[in-house]
Structure formats: structure tokens, C-alpha cells
């Protein structure tokens, strides 16, 4: 989907092997700079960006309906936030989460749920 626009964008078709690339990004220096999530083919796209030296690395992998995809919190602490905002924006569950917000990071009792979804 964003192919024209982000570069040095490598897909990756497990989790497992997301999380395997994300260690690697992680002993080689490369810090988590943010995901994006798309809504996509039913599920969703989620792109991991990581820098090093003034270099982005980005990783794709697409969630499947009811799929939970890990967290990725236990690498980089800071991811935990992205992870709860797209739990609250748009419905999906990180497994493992660090600090889980259960749909409340942004959202407060009173919001629409899953505005995005």
C-alpha cells in the first residue's frame, strides 16, 4: 500500500519472525521510531520503523482477522504506547503488552470504541 511512499520497507509473514527481526534491529543498534497501522484486506497492516544513523528500516506484516500480533514492549519499552493507541483506535489486542490500557490509553468510558476499526 505505501510501497511509493516508504522505502527500504522488507515484509515479513510470521510473527515470530517479526519478532526475530525486531531483536536483530535491537543488538544492532537500530531504535524503534513508531508503527503505522492501516486497515487493510479485511485485517491490518502494521510498518515497524526503525532507525540507525540517519537510516530507516521498516518492517511490514499483516494481521489477519482476530489476530493477535505480539507486542513488541518486551524489545522496546516505548512501543507499548503506539501498541495501546492502535488498541483503543482500532480494536486490535497486542499480546504481552508491558502496560496494557485495555482500550483506555486515549479512549475515556464514554468514547465510541474503536473509532478507526
Given at each position: ?48 520503523i526503525f532507525e540507525k544513523d540517519n537510516k530507516l ?61
Amino acid at each position: 500500500m505505501l510501497d511509493n511512499v516508504i522505502q527500504n520497507i522488507t515484509e515479513i509473514k510470521s510473527m515470530p519472525e517479526v519478532l526475530k527481526a525486531v531483536e536483530g534491529f535491537k543488538s544492532d543498534g537500530y531504535r524503534y521510531v513508531t508503527m503505522i497501522c492501516l486497515k487493510a484486506n479485511e485485517g491490518h497492516e502494521l510498518i515497524y520503523i526503525f532507525e540507525k544513523d540517519n537510516k530507516l528500516k521498516n518492517l511490514r506484516y499483516f494481521v489477519k482477522p482476530g489476530e493477535k500480533p505480539k507486542s513488541m514492549s518486551g524489545i522496546y519499552l516505548c512501543a507499548l504506547l503506539i501498541e495501546n493507541e492502535y488498541q483503543d483506535l482500532f480494536g486490535l489486542t497486542f499480546e504481552g503488552l508491558a502496560i496494557d490500557y485495555k482500550g483506555h490509553l486515549y479512549l475515556t468510558p464514554n468514547s465510541p470504541k474503536t473509532p478507526l476499526a
